[in-house]
T-cell receptor, first 111, second 114 residues
Framework: GDSVTQMEGPVTLSEEAFLTINCTYT??????LFWYVQYPGEGLQLLLK?????DKGSNKGFEATYRKETTSFHLEKGSVQVSDSAVYFC??????????FGPGTRLSVLP | SQTIHQWPATLVQPVGSPLSLECTVE??????LYWYRQAAGRGLQLLFY??????ISSEVPQNLSASRPQDRQFILSSKKLLLSDSGFYLC?????????????FGPGTRLTVT
């Protein structure tokens, strides 16, 4: 079946550091790919998405590019802030009924 | 615009007591609906999903059940809670955004079984 793998956390960075969170997937066909963010005590929020190969999703300074050749969708941000501390989930959707989520990566940004 | 509500926000229940968590969606019709559980510091576990009224698919056999009595209402229940039922319960809905689906989450219910 479809699956999503993310780098294990926690990831701890200093403010203004560069962020990369790796995500790879296994799926048949052409899934849509997503990054969700979960702040403490809250539900998940859609951060960005990409729907086909070479698409780049971006939002709030975060970006990720759909790489079909490497089945990857790595999340990047050039300069993280303390307010970016959260858990980040990579996910895919294949056919629109069930989403598949990765295990999540906890990011802590220190001032 | 669409919104999703869950209640209660927090709940403390003794072992063996019943449970009822409610989720409602506004601003859309015939959404796919989902219940997830998130144990402390862990990822998401899909419990149930529904593609229509009265249509429920269970992903994990356990002492929980779900019902969809109305198009935009999704209820998670248990007759007798176990300690292992503690966790953060998230309701979600998915719908078309352009040509692809997106999934949107409610604020969650924190359940502690004592």
């Amino acid at each position: 079946g479809d699956s999503v793998t993310q780098m294990e956390g926690p990831v701890t960075l200093s403010e203004e550091a560069f962020l990369t969170i790796n995500c790879t997937y296994t799926a048949t066909g052409y899934p849509s790919l997503f990054w969700y963010v979960q702040y403490p005590g809250e539900g998940l929020q859609l951060l960005l998405k990409a729907t086909k190969a070479d698409d780049k999703g971006s939002n709030k300074g975060f970006e990720a590019t759909y790489r079909k050749e490497t089945t990857s969708f790595h999340l990047e941000k050039g300069s993280v802030q303390v307010s970016d501390s959260a858990v980040y989930f990579c996910a895919l959707d294949n056919y629109g009924q069930n989403f598949v989520f990765g295990p999540g990566t906890r990011l802590s940004v220190l001032p | 615009s669409q919104t999703i509500h869950q209640w209660p926000a927090t709940l403390v229940q003794p072992v063996g007591s019943p449970l009822s968590l409610e989720c409602t969606v506004e601003g859309t019709s015939n959404p796919n609906l989902y219940w997830y559980r998130q144990a402390a510091g862990r990822g998401l576990q899909l419990l149930f999903y529904s593609v229509g009224i009265g249509q429920i698919s269970s992903e994990v056999p356990q002492n929980l059940s779900a019902s969809r009595p109305q198009d935009r209402q999704f209820i998670l229940s248990s007759k007798k809670l176990l300690l292992s039922d503690s966790g953060f319960y998230l309701c979600a809905w998915s719908g078309l955004a352009g040509y692809t689906y997106e999934q949107y989450f409610g604020p969650g219910t924190r359940l502690t079984v004592t």
